[in-house]
């Protein structure tokens, strides 16, 4: 059974940092392209980053860019999304996706159960 579990939300204000993991169990994931999405309260699920399975290829959502940035580290099957210069706009449920795929922007196929992220002004 594949599991993606989320961690490192919270509250923190304006202007703060945080940084999400993800830890996937139950197989490797170290040929498999991961992925950050993020939902807010009244809004779509939408991309936030990408990361390829070796790490070399990555996006970001041009509204995170310069902001945040998506790792992994494949011995330990985890990948984190580094969240600098937080606004009130980022609050939303962060989920972890991972792909089938080497990489993929947009066709994930195992989902955690998200973290809350709540950026107060």
């Known amino acids: 059974q594949v599991q993606l579990v989320e961690s490192g939300g919270g509250l923190v204000q304006a202007g703060g940092s945080l940084r999400l993991s993800c830890a996937v169990s139950?197989?490797?994931?170290?040929?498999?392209?991961m992925g950050w999405f993020r939902q807010a309260p009244g809004k779509e699920r939408e991309f936030v980053a990408a990361i390829s399975w070796s790490g070399s290829l990555t996006r970001h959502a041009d509204s995170v860019k310069g902001r945040f940035t998506i790792s992994r580290d494949n011995a330990k099957n985890t990948v984190y999304l580094q969240m600098n210069s937080l606004k009130p706009e980022d609050t939303a449920v962060y989920y972890c996706a991972a792909s089938r795929r080497g990489y993929s922007d947009y066709e994930f196929d195992y989902w955690g159960q998200g973290t809350q992220v709540t950026v107060s002004s």
């Open positions: 139950g197989r490797s994931f170290s040929n498999n392209g």
